[in-house]
């Protein structure tokens, strides 16, 4: 099936310390969102994104809806022990009526 | 705010029996689900669309055969894994769509399956 490219695969980093990844696709986007996963649960929506261009924040997390439509980007900052855990973006054609399409994910893990 | 549960959270099946996973939306209708299915350290891959009074729209390799789904309720969506086999062990995930919440969507806590 269809997945976004994503990078950084995963990534290590102390507390306090500022996190960006981002998602690209070969086709267009109308709806972007970002969602982060701990384990053995669901994914749980973290932000977003419905126009391109777009800029928005929810706390420590600001993502970026690029205005080719083709990529996002998402920025954590000041991270802390329970940023832990694997963020995935997501592409939707339509907005909310139509199939996610998921990237392959980021791997975080914060050391104190 | 809106729930979806799964049930069940896991499940430890023999190699050729059959497993059904129900995706239930709490306190709003669903007249579309998606079930994705999520493999060790790996994302999360669409299988299909059950939309409510009708048959499901399967992905491009998912073998509809083997998963069942019926959405036979607008709050209930069940995947039966049929003869299963070590190789269907993964992580199954169900996405509904709230009808009168303007589709807003909401994801089940998933249920892991392990076929011995």
């Known amino acids: 099936g269809q997945q976004l490219n994503q990078s950084p695969q995963s990534m290590f980093i102390q507390e306090g310390e500022d996190v960006s990844m981002n998602c690209t696709s070969s086709?267009?986007?109308?709806?972007w969102l970002w969602y982060k996963q701990d384990p053995g649960e669901g994914p749980v929506l973290l932000i977003a994104l419905y126009k391109a261009g777009e800029l928005t924040s929810n706390g420590r997390l600001t993502a970026q809806f690029g205005i080719t439509r083709k990529d996002s980007f998402l920025n954590i900052s000041a991270s802390i022990p329970s940023d832990v855990g694997i963020y995935f973006c997501?592409?939707?054609?339509?907005?909310?009526?139509?199939?996610?399409?998921f990237g392959t994910g980021t791997r975080l893990q914060v050391f104190p | 705010g809106a729930v979806v549960s799964q049930h069940p959270s896991w499940v430890i099946c023999k190699s050729g029996t059959s497993v059904k996973i129900e995706c239930r939306s709490l306190?709003?209708?669903?007249?579309?689900m998606f079930w994705y299915r999520q493999f060790p350290k790996q994302s999360l891959m669409l299988m299909a669309t059950s939309n409510e009074g009708s048959k499901a729209t399967y992905e491009q390799g998912v073998e509809k055969d083997k998963f069942l789904i019926n959405h036979a309720s607008l709050t209930l969506s069940t995947l039966t894994v049929t003869s299963a086999h070590p190789e269907d062990s993964s992580f199954y995930i169900c996405?509904?769509?709230?009808?009168?919440?303007?589709?807003?969507?909401?994801f089940g806590p998933g249920t892991r399956l392990t076929v011995l």
């Open positions: 306190d709003f209708q669903a007249t579309t």
């Open positions: 086709s267009i986007f109308n709806t």
């Open positions: 996405r509904a769509l709230a009808l009168e919440l303007n589709n807003e969507q909401f």
């Open positions: 997501a592409g939707q054609k339509t907005y909310n009526t139509d199939k996610l399409i």
